[in-house]
């Protein structure tokens, strides 16, 4: 292996030199005979990590098995506690609804609905400053405050006694929220090649699938408290996870990684090594400059659009997280039963999302395929809820339960955003926009499950089933033009006969003045798949 001083490996990053210096606020700089791009222009944050390695010879499998398993050890931990910790937080009002928090806070039906509405209003509001302060500052560490944040925010609730408190603090909880999924995909990306990061993103959804089993203990153990008594069950319920937050918060300032570059527990050369195994993903890690032609390049890519839309219809579903207590209860159980009766749907992510990952393991370019498979069987469930005799309460119930097989489908097609889109400001704001169309969907989906279609609610299951099928030819459509796109490079490279780069150049100033190009893989350029030829879309 080569080597290089120290210097290098602190370099600042750098930027592509052929781009209009406008968009850069710099000029940029020629090389005699080589595009060079000047590291205060921003390329990726590991480009002088691993310049001079770019054609080493490829990590055998062994090391590289052994490299995974490690970051595994490291990262994947955090991820499976702060998730399941997420959804108990952002579904805590779902909780509280059999609780008493309706009763305690004299809410109407409306102005229940209208709470969680207000969580994702905080959201999207914030989702475009979150994109813009996570490429900014250390990302793990704005997501530490953040939760830290939520985690006061929570606790703040069991204080409250009416509408407007609540809708407030409602509103501050989705704020501080809305950066987690958006960061969690980026710092994936910068760790795991794109099928694995597919597996471990789903792996990580699926733990809402354990916050269900989790949230619903909870509820079980202060349902058993006096509802009379001060603090109130549903109080304990937000005290306790706020507590947890808090707890989660800590943990993550310290122990979660920045990216490869910063990563506390990789040795130098595991850092270089983790970087040449993620070139196949033509996706980069990192670049701290905000760039505006990626940002009207995002806003201008039709695929990100099609991910937008589907984000919005697809959790136009999600209004059943919200009253699921007030469902079941409608079935006609107590409280007690409710809270208990309330875990199987989290056992149906659980295994809908199991049976995703192992498929996408043995068919990595299955994401589309094995997402409109996940939500055929929501479909028949819509029907079973609409037409089965309303005496049939076991039938009800585990077509009900079956509802949550929905997340494969979902958590599929958020993997595929996370790799689809390259050039780090292009790559945080298409995430950004899937997560506005996950906000508008989540602020509608409560406000069709009103009291006069209860206990049946026809209007609100023929809504679901509508959004069902629309998902399944959104995901046709996104499918059919990835396809087309690759299928468009092919035919391009075999009429022109062109070979595409695989290196550039990067002008680096060391620490006596001198300057000197370090020869970099071009995916850490931080050049967008519109850019990068040699890109070819996951499906």
């Known amino acids: 292996m080569s080597s290089k001083p120290d210097a290098l490996k602190r370099a600042d990053t750098a930027s592509l030199p052929e781009k209009d210096p406008a968009l850069y606020g710099s000029e940029t700089h020629k090389g005699s005979d080589l595009d060079v791009a000047k590291e205060e222009l921003g390329v990726d ?217 910063t990563a506390w527990f990789l040795t130098e050369q595991e850092k270089i090594d983790v970087v040449k195994r993620l070139r196949i993903n033509q996706n980069g890690i990192e670049t701290k400059v905000w760039k505006r032609y990626q940002f009207i390049e995002a806003l201008t890519d039709v695929k990100a659009w099609l991910f937008f839309l589907f984000a919005a219809v697809s959790n136009l579903q999600d209004g059943v997280g919200v009253v699921f207590g007030l469902i079941i209860k409608d079935f006609g159980f107590n409280t007690l039963e409710t809270t208990l009766l309330s875990m199987p749907p989290g056992a149906a992510t659980i295994i809908a999302v199991s049976i995703g990952t192992t498929l996408l393991k043995f068919f990595p370019n299955s994401r589309c395929a094995i997402a409109i498979f996940g939500f055929i069987p929501c479909s028949i469930c819509c029907f079973v809820l609409m037409f089965l005799p309303w005496e049939n309460k076991a039938g009800l119930l585990v ?73 399944i030819v959104i995901i ?30 990067i002008e680096h100033t060391q620490d006596d003045g001198s300057i000197v190009k370090l020869k970099v893989p071009i995916q850490f350029l931080d050049i967008t798949d519109k850019e990068n030829k040699a890109f070819r879309y996951p499906s």
């Open 399 to 471: 077509a009900f339960y079956l509802l949550g097989t929905n997340s494969v489908g979902y958590i599929m097609i958020l993997s595929l955003v996370s790799v689809t889109f390259s050039g780090h400001t292009k790559k945080m704001t298409c995430n950004a926009l899937f997560i506005i169309g996950y906000s508008i969907g989540q602020m509608l989906c409560t406000q069709f499950w009103k009291q006069k279609y209860r206990p049946r609610n026809m209007v609100p299951w023929i809504i679901e089933l509508c959004t069902y099928v629309s998902d």
């Open 45 to 261: 944050v590991v480009a002088a990590l691993i310049a001079g390695h770019g054609e080493d010879s490829e990590l055998d499998l062994q090391e590289a098995d052994r490299l995974r398993r490690k970051l595994d050890w490291h990262i994947l931990p955090l991820l499976y506690i702060l998730y399941p910790l997420q959804y108990i937080d952002k579904n805590s009002l779902g909780s509280s609804a059999v609780l008493g928090i309706i009763p305690d806070n004299h809410l109407t039906t409306n102005q229940f609905n209208n709470l969680s509405t207000a969580f994702y209003i905080g959201y999207i509001i914030f989702v475009g400053p979150h994109a813009w302060f996570m490429q900014k500052f250390p990302i793990a560490k704005y997501i530490a405050v953040n939760i830290g944040l939520w985690s006061i925010f929570l606790g703040l609730q069991a204080t409250c006694h009416n509408y407007g408190g609540l809708f407030a603090l409602r509103l501050l909880l989705g704020a501080s929220e809305s950066c987690i999924t958006t960061g969690i995909m980026t710092i994936m990306t910068m760790f795991y090649t794109r099928v694995e990061s597919s597996r471990r993103i789903s792996w990580t959804f699926m733990c809402n699938g354990v916050a269900t089993v989790i949230a619903s203990f909870i509820s079980f153990g202060v349902a058993h408290a006096d509802p009379q008594a001060h603090p109130r069950q549903w109080q304990y319920y937000m005290m306790f996870a706020s507590i947890l937050s808090i707890i989660i918060c800590v943990v993550y300032f310290w122990k979660m990684p920045d990216n490869p570059a």
């Open 476 to 505: 046709a459509l996104i499918w059919w033009y990835l396809a087309n796109e690759n299928k468009r490079r092919d035919a391009e490279k075999l009429a022109t006969g062109e070979e595409y780069p695989e290196f550039g150049y």
